[in-house]
């Protein structure tokens, strides 16, 4: 093994390309010859493609990869296929099959290898779905993800719009991995911290989505590298808008904390620069000002449903083990305010 190989520079969700830069591209592209069994593509930002087969069918695919973020191969090979999962869950599928994906330095210890894909597949495994394969090339640093593959019924897709006013939001997975892996990597976390971490970006969604196929989900998303302030400005349509009370929401104390040091990344600052003119923040503290921008990896689900609906969906979110499951916000018609208010 190559003895100035670093294992972990900095990765998760935190490598992905800012959303100005993706809209730009995306923008240009060729829509293509319309296909009327396509009904979630790449021009609808949403979390996966869906295509129909027959009139109970539809496939859900997607895929996911990046840099380790903490130095645990096998942690990270979780990490990672749970990330690449969820996008599945958000849009109310089952898992099915996975591919995986790998980036692999020539002279790295193979061993390295052997853990991430041994993480990676227990959590295919324990999603309920099958690896069944993937692809390899060598490359200078190690970037790990999978190519995954659900079903779903096709009226029952889950899509990151189609939230109405009256909605109640609810987020299952509390916010601030993303500022506490920064912490790690410099030395400025502790162990409980990171630990709390690596738990809730190891956790699958399965449990979350789930518990949501009996109740009225309007809208859903996973929280994931826009944060959570850029993953609601994709739900918000020209008729809506969203309140979140920065106190209801589920947050890592250590992420605060690091915050409050600045050790912040620069994926927030993109998220945070795509979203100027969009959002208005009432008295919210600096650190929770840092939590709404920063980019999570393997974050948890956002709904939105009937607030009738909220308090029964909470309780049966907590009964299946999702713990810091909580009501964060609402949505309103749009009127002359921005589109994110946090107050």
Request: charged letters at 20%; a negative charge; aromatic letters at 6%.
């Amino acid at each position: 093994m190559d003895n100035d190989f670093i294992f972990c520079k900095g990765g998760g969700c935190t490598r992905k390309l800012g959303p100005d830069v993706l809209e730009r591209v995306l923008s240009g592209l060729p829509k293509g010859v319309p296909d009327p069994d396509l009904l979630v593509g790449f021009d609808a930002r949403d979390d996966a493609a869906v295509y129909r087969l027959s009139d109970d069918t539809a496939i859900v695919q997607t895929l996911d990869f990046f840099p380790p973020m903490i130095d645990d191969p096998y942690l990270f090979g979780q990490i990672a296929a749970a990330n690449a999962l969820s996008d599945i869950y958000a849009m109310g599928g089952r898992v099915k099959t996975a591919l995986n994906i790998v980036c692999f330095p020539e002279k790295a210890d193979l061993n390295l290898l052997g853990s991430i894909l041994r993480g990676g597949q227990e959590k295919v495994t324990e999603a309920g779905g099958i690896l069944a394969g993937g692809h390899s090339i060598m490359d200078e640093s190690i970037k790990y993800g999978l190519s995954c593959m659900g079903t779903v019924h096709p009226d029952r897709i889950l899509t990151n719009t189609g939230a109405q006013p009256g909605d109640a939001l609810i987020l299952t997975k509390p916010l601030g991995v993303g500022l506490i892996c920064t912490a790690h990597r410099v030395g400025e976390c502790s162990a409980a911290g990171l630990d709390e971490a690596v738990r809730s970006m190891t956790t699958l969604n399965r449990a979350a989505s789930e518990a949501a196929r009996d109740f009225t989900i309007h809208a859903c998303t996973d929280v994931t590298g826009f944060g959570l302030l850029g993953h609601l400005n994709e739900m918000c349509t020209d008729d809506i808008s969203v309140r979140v009370d920065y106190r209801a929401l589920p947050v890592m104390e250590e992420a605060l904390r690091a915050a409050d040091a600045f050790l912040v990344t620069a994926a927030a600052q993109r998220n945070r620069n795509h979203l100027a003119g969009r959002v208005t923040l009432r008295n919210v503290p600096f650190p929770v000002e840092e939590v709404l921008y920063d980019p999570q990896t393997s974050g948890g689900l956002l709904f939105a449903l009937p607030q009738e609906e909220a308090d029964a969906l909470i309780c049966a979110l907590h009964a299946a083990g999702v713990v810091h499951a909580a009501i964060a916000g609402e949505v309103l018609p749009r009127g002359a305010q921005t589109p994110l208010t946090v107050e």
